[in-house]
């Protein structure tokens, strides 16, 4: 599998597994039939509600288009990077510091999705406003994935994204939020100099450290926090950023 070095923002560098192009177009087909379905039950349950059936430019179809609409930038927004069909074929967006996507940058994505995934092109070819061959456009996503050496689609390229490929299930403990038992008492204030984007790669560098079992890459990870922010810790490399982790999160909700 295809591995890229991404700067975590401490001047040192992690391989993140790319997500192969097949995986992507899987996890695009679930989540075309996870809209498929929701058009077709709204549907159905408008029409029972409202005792009428649907006409072409029906006032109902409005209601119904939002959800597609705001289906990608949404999910990704609140998942930390993934849809249904992402979840499902363990893959996610991260951006090329290896950190969380911020709103931005969903949206990016989101928007150059019209020239990733052109579809309005066939309409187009079938109503003779542009010549068949050009067919070939609605493909340009894929073909951009294929040639990219970090198999970005347009959208991640225009946004600075990149979607890597995760053998443990995604969940809620895959953002920066750690839960902080009560009583907990924190060591380092000094984490609160760091910034969310700082956070976010320490998250995900220290679930590469436990998959990996690579505790040189937790110590040299911790070396250069603690020179960073002036900081002593006795406590061991891992434990020391887990730690971290934990002292940030309680600060922010003081």
């Known amino acids: 599998m295809l591995t890229v070095k991404l700067d975590t923002g401490f001047n040192i560098e992690v391989d993140f597994p790319i997500s192969p192009i097949y995986r992507r177009l899987f996890a695009y087909f679930i989540d075309c039939m996870v809209l498929y379905f929701y058009w077709w039950l709204s549907g159905i349950l408008l029409e029972f509600l409202t005792n009428k059936q649907f006409d072409q430019l029906d006032w109902r179809n409005v209601l119904r288009i939002l959800p597609v609409l705001a ?38 994505r989101w928007i150059s999705r ?14 003779g406003a542009l010549p068949w061959y050009s067919s ?37 403990q895959d953002t920066v939020f750690t839960q902080v038992e009560s009583g907990y008492k924190p060591r380092y204030p000094q984490v609160m100099q760091m ?23 937790a110590f040299r990870i911790s070396e250069r926090i603690k020179s960073k922010l002036a900081m002593q810790a006795d406590q061991d490399a891992l434990d020391f950023l887990e730690t971290l982790l934990k002292d940030y999160n309680y600060y922010s909700t003081q």
């Open 71 to 108: 289906y990608y930038p949404l999910l990704e927004m609140l998942t930390n990077g993934q849809t249904v069909g992402k979840k499902i074929l363990g893959i996610r967006v991260i951006t090329l510091e290896g950190g969380q996507a911020s709103i931005s940058q969903y949206l990016l």
């Open 136 to 172: 070939v456009l609605a493909f340009s996503g894929i073909a951009c994935s294929i040639i990219s050496n970090k198999s970005q689609r347009i959208g991640d390229i225009i946004a600075g994204t990149i979607v890597i490929f995760t053998r443990s299930k995604a969940s809620w």
């Open 195 to 217: 910034s969310d984007k700082d956070l976010n790669s320490l998250k995900m560098i220290i679930e590469n450290v436990k998959k990996n079992n690579n505790h040189d890459l």
């Open 114 to 127: 019209t020239i990733d995934f052109p579809t309005w092109i066939f309409f187009a070819i079938y109503s």
